[in-house]
């Protein structure tokens, strides 16, 4: 068990719908990293926040948008969702601090979506 | 431009055998850290081992070690006495900096590993 939670485990929606998938990370850590791993695209970097600011943006879709809140849980918002959404998303978190350090990013258990 | 190489979609080994799965990066950056993580079928991501640029000695975790060639650009994982449970996909990963000072993982496409009894 990493320390990270994620809910739901599972989520299965219809296209056009909007979901919201929840992360806690582990006591202590500030940063939540957002990532997608899908069969074509492999595990792909989301976005970053650190103590509740955005941090870093990878290749997050504009349909799609996090945050991280005061108790540091991150929420990641998926809207207009289409077949190509489905994916299993995972939330990792790490201590975070800023620059070149020897972090580890812990992993949740992951949510799997899927887009009918 | 691909970052992270593994070369080896699949890798069979026998149990109690060694395994080693390989790993090649490329970066521009002195400082820099390595990763291994495991996925079982159950789909978690697990971390195992990390090695960073300038550690002096090959990380060990257990029966998990990296053999860190920083010339060859190569962080392979070891895998001693394999266990049936040993069976899942090994992703290697690099720490990559972006804008703004913070840090990301970028991920090879992973090696698929059968443990055989």
């Known amino acids: 068990d990493s320390g990270v939670t994620q809910t739901p485990k599972h989520l299965i929606t219809a296209t056009g719908q909007r979901v919201t998938l929840r992360c806690s990370p582990r006591?202590?850590?500030?940063?939540v990293y957002w990532y997608q791993q899908s069969l074509d695209q492999g595990l792909q970097f989301l976005i970053q926040?650190?103590?509740?600011?955005?941090?870093a943006k990878g290749n997050i879709l504009e349909r799609f948008s996090a945050q991280q809140f005061p108790d540091l849980h991150s929420e990641l918002n998926l809207s207009s969702l289409e077949l190509g959404d489905s994916a299993l998303y995972f939330c990792?978190?790490?201590?975070?601090?800023?620059?070149?350090?020897?972090?580890?990013?812990?992993f949740g258990p992951g949510t799997r979506l899927t887009v009918l | 431009a691909q970052k992270i190489t593994q070369t080896q979609p699949g890798m069979f080994v026998q149990e109690k055998e060694a395994v080693t799965l390989d790993c090649t990066y490329d970066?521009?950056?002195?400082?820099?850290?390595l990763f291994w993580y495991k996925q079982p079928s159950s789909g978690e991501m697990i971390f195992l081992i990390y090695q960073g640029s300038y550690d002096q000695q090959n990380a060990t975790e257990g029966r998990y070690s990296l053999n860190f060639q920083k010339a060859r650009k190569s962080a392979n994982l070891v895998i001693s006495a394999s266990q049936l449970g040993d069976s899942a996909m090994y992703f290697c990963?690099?720490?990559?900096?972006?804008?703004?000072?913070?840090?990301?993982?970028?991920f090879g496409k992973g090696t698929k590993l059968t443990v055989n009894p």
């Open positions: 926040y650190y103590n509740g600011e955005e941090r």
């Open positions: 970066t521009s950056d002195p400082s820099y850290g």
């Open positions: 990963a690099m720490r990559e900096a972006t804008q703004g000072g913070s840090e990301k993982l970028v």
């Open positions: 006591s202590g850590d500030l940063s």
């Open positions: 990792a978190s790490s201590v975070g601090e800023l620059g070149p350090s020897t972090d580890t990013q812990y």
